[in-house]
């Protein structure tokens, strides 16, 4: 079992940038690996990025390619979502997932844990 914590989202004006922390419990978190998706409202759940357990392999959705980056910190039980150049349609609230698969996946339907999600707001 993994419980996942969002934070570090808030309000920002358009080219800002936030950092995204998401804390995760559990014995064998660093098993897994993680993702970030975004929902904005009446849109469908959107891969942002996902990175390996080793944290040797990522991948970035064409939306946020160039200007988010994803990390981890094992000994903090912590992966990060730094976004850069913000911009209005960036707007959603934003998850943390952890999957079983040792492979990236961009499905969500291959994440077996979700946090509760933090909203991203960008001001124009």
């Known amino acids: 079992q993994v419980q996942l914590v969002e934070s570090g989202g808030g309000l920002v004006q358009a080219g800002g940038s936030l950092r995204l922390s998401c804390a995760a419990s559990g014995r064998t978190w660093t098993t897994y690996t993680m993702a970030w998706f975004r929902q904005a409202p009446g849109q469908e759940r959107e891969f942002l990025s996902g990175?390996?357990?080793?944290?040797?392999?990522?991948l970035y959705g064409d939306s946020v390619k160039g200007r988010f980056t994803i990390s981890k910190d094992n000994a903090k039980n912590t992966i990060y979502l730094q976004m850069n150049s913000l911009k209005p349609e960036d707007t959603a609230v934003y998850y943390c997932?952890?999957?079983?698969?040792?492979?990236?996946?961009?499905?969500?339907?291959?994440?077996?844990?979700w946090g509760r999600g933090t909203q991203v707001t960008v001001s124009s």
């Open positions: 997932a952890a999957s079983r698969g040792a492979l990236v996946s961009r499905g969500q339907a291959d994440y077996d844990y």
């Open positions: 990175i390996s357990l080793r944290g040797v392999t990522t």
